[in-house]
């Protein structure tokens, strides 16, 4: 890994929290607000860090998550339509990229399953041509780890996408909620004046929006080909995951440092996994460790290597 024992910590602290103080970092890391302040800037500069963003929790404003992956064919021109279409679109969470099981993934928000199945035909109808096979599934949660392959060690999930709930968004919401996605690290005033509000305005939403879990938490999205590492997304089908069988799952997955999130959906498979390794052979390592954990209940895996992740590319639907 291309960084040093602080730069792995800062990382490891910005994942969990984007908005920790420089001086709250500098005396848990034993360093000088100067040199926290200089190494985050590098950790930026160098691509390694992508954005600070803030996790917005659909579900709490009364949107459901729907799965779709696709194989596709190689009509480069066709393709590249769907991509254009795909990130246009005011209702896609998220867009992945990838070679093996599938090659494009996409999340789609709908108030209801009417909504998404005339969603999900429309672009069939649209795209059938380079359509060669589709999968759909409904998100149930999503349990994210701190970047644990920082730093080892183990380390507790943040759930998101559970619950659903009507909590109404406000236009003065929504305005600092625009402000705020791709700026979690952003001064309050800066913030503010980007909202059209006032600085205590914009404070008193926040703590509003963090609440009422709106606002899930902060973090710095990294770009893992910067740290020499391979992002892989592995689809687990079991015969049978009962509530001993997931608790099991979920305490290997907890004891995995490069498992950094924990997908639960209604669909042709119960969860997908997605792990950060250095290379195939660490990666083939848990596959065999995670047969030989469920040697009876484990059906199938399928894997496709990520080469591009997209986290809500729409925004219009929540914000516009």
């Known amino acids: 890994m291309l960084l040093d024992a602080s730069d792995r910590k800062i990382l490891h602290a910005l994942h969990i929290d984007a908005r920790v103080p420089e001086t709250v970092l500098a005396k848990r890391l034993r360093l000088s607000r100067d040199v926290v302040h200089y190494r985050i800037r590098q950790l930026c500069a160098r691509g390694i860090i992508t954005v600070f963003r803030t996790w917005i929790d659909l579900g709490k404003v009364g949107y459901h998550n729907y799965k779709l992956y696709l194989k596709m064919s190689g009509d480069q021109a066709r393709r590249s339509e769907f991509f254009d279409h795909i990130r246009s679109r005011d209702d896609v969470f998220w867009l992945g990229v990838a070679d093996g099981a599938w090659d494009v993934g996409v999340t789609f928000f709908a108030r209801d399953k009417k909504e998404f199945f005339d969603k999900k035909n429309e672009l069939f109808s649209r795209f059938s041509d380079i359509i060669i096979e589709k999968k759909t599934g409904l998100l149930v949660d999503i349990w994210v780890y701190p970047f644990k392959f920082l ?72 770009d893992h080909t910067k740290l020499g590492m391979e992002f892989y997304k592995t689809f687990l089908y079991f015969d049978n995951l009962g509530k001993t069988e ?75």
């Open 151 to 222: 730093i080892g060690g183990e380390g507790e999930p943040r759930t998101l996408f559970g619950d659903i709930e009507e909590n109404e968004l406000e236009v003065t919401d929504k305005k600092v909620l625009a402000a705020f996605m791709h700026d979690a690290r952003g001064k309050s005033v800066t913030l503010a004046r980007s909202a059209g509000v006032t600085v205590d305005v914009f404070r008193n939403r926040v703590k509003r929006l963090e609440d009422k879990g709106i606002i899930g938490w902060y973090a710095a999205a990294i």
């Open 246 to 320: 997931e608790a099991k799952l979920l305490e290997f997955c907890k004891s995995q440092p490069n498992i950094v999130h924990i997908v639960r959906l209604i669909g042709p498979w119960e969860i997908e996994l997605e792990i950060m390794v250095e290379n195939y052979a660490a990666y083939n390592k848990i596959m065999h460790e995670l047969r030989a954990l469920f040697p009876h209940e484990l059906r199938n895996i399928e894997s496709a290597v990520m080469s591009e992740d997209y986290v809500f590319p729409a925004r219009k639907t929540v914000f516009g």
